[in-house]
């Protein structure tokens, strides 16, 4: 069983992968909190696993708000693992997971970070179309070393180190008690198809009077809305404006 969360696609396309080799009922967190489906039947010998991208080096709000509520039958030998899908670096990502599913009584067996395009469009331009592209191709042989482990019941090839959680615990406050969305809005690129407020995992948006409007105080700034608006009309401040977007082919 493969639990995920994407915005912009890598996420998606890593658990859709890991299905392809190893098999697992792919589902998404944001999906199954709308539903409110939280208890999940495992069978023996399964795995579980949980693909996400990291924010802040650390866990988006909504991974955590699933992993709070999750219920599993489960075996003692089940075999748990992560993959974190990140721009370059993934902080401390690890331990607040495996700390998480403690809490659980769960044991975390496994955790890999893969390094794919980034899509933090807040803090700076994204790689261009070609740059993207390169970097999708370059980065399926890690996938394919952490499938052939994740095949393995192998265990985490590189644990966070003493830095990376002190640069966890710097940054990740700032986005646990940010995430506003007052800085949203629609240009008058607008088309009015209404794929933002589908696709907005924290329903923060709404329709009004064809225009998207942000109706929560605050998101879980996945970027889905700027990055996947067809016309790219949706901006965050002035800083997004010129900026390039991303979307992962799976979702194209």
């Not at 069978?43 to 579980?48: F, K, L, N, S, V």
Request: with cysteine; charged share 25%; hydrophobic share 35%.
């Amino acid at each position: 069983m493969i639990f995920y969360f994407s915005g912009t696609g890598n996420s998606f396309y890593v658990a859709k992968r890991i299905k392809k080799q190893i098999g697992g009922e792919v589902i998404d967190m944001a999906e199954a909190m709308g539903e409110g489906e939280y208890r999940y039947e495992i069978e023996e010998g399964e795995h579980i696993g949980f693909v996400f991208p990291v924010y802040y080096y650390g866990l988006p709000t909504i991974v955590r708000e699933f992993i709070e509520k999750l219920e599993l039958s489960s075996y003692d030998a089940v075999h748990i693992y992560a993959v974190v899908t990140c721009g370059a670096n993934y902080g401390a990502a690890d331990r607040m997971l495996k700390g998480l599913l403690a809490e659980k009584d769960m044991h975390l067996s496994a955790f890999y970070g893969f390094p794919t395009v980034d899509n933090f469009i807040f803090g700076y331009d994204l790689q261009n179309k070609e740059e993207q592209e390169q970097t999708l191709k370059n980065a399926e042989g890690r996938l394919m070393t952490i499938i052939k482990s994740l095949s393995l019941k192998g265990k985490s090839d590189k644990p966070s180190t003493l830095l990376e959680r002190v640069l966890t615990k710097a940054v990740y406050p700032i986005y646990e008690k940010g995430r506003n969305t007052r800085n949203f809005y629609a240009d008058n690129r607008c088309i009015s198809c209404n794929l933002c407020e589908e696709i907005c995992p924290s329903k923060a948006i709404e329709m009004v009077d064809g225009k998207p409007k942000w109706i929560k105080d605050q998101c879980i700034h996945c970027v889905a809305c700027i990055n996947r608006c067809p016309v790219e009309a949706i901006q965050y401040g002035q800083s997004t404006k010129k900026r390039n977007r991303y979307v992962h082919p799976i979702l194209k």
